[in-house]
């Protein structure tokens, strides 16, 4: 079994899921629906990657930051 932090946020009407450790993103219709989506993509993808590391993420801490965009 692997241990994978996520992170949920909302995008106009969808709620969308997506794992720290690796790249693999997912959605519903309410944050329950997200996560067991964001669940079924990972066991899909482990079951192809079988042999993937996972990075460490500890204590993760959801941050703002303001950057300056040139056009």
Known sequence: MKKVHSVVWKENK????????????????????????????????????AKVELAPVNKPKLQDLAIQVHA
């Open 14 to 49: 969808w709620y969308v899921a997506k794992a720290l450790e690796v790249e693999v993103a997912s959605q519903g219709l309410n944050e329950k629906e997200a996560l067991a989506n964001l669940k079924e993509a990972l066991e899909l993808y482990f079951e192809d990657q």
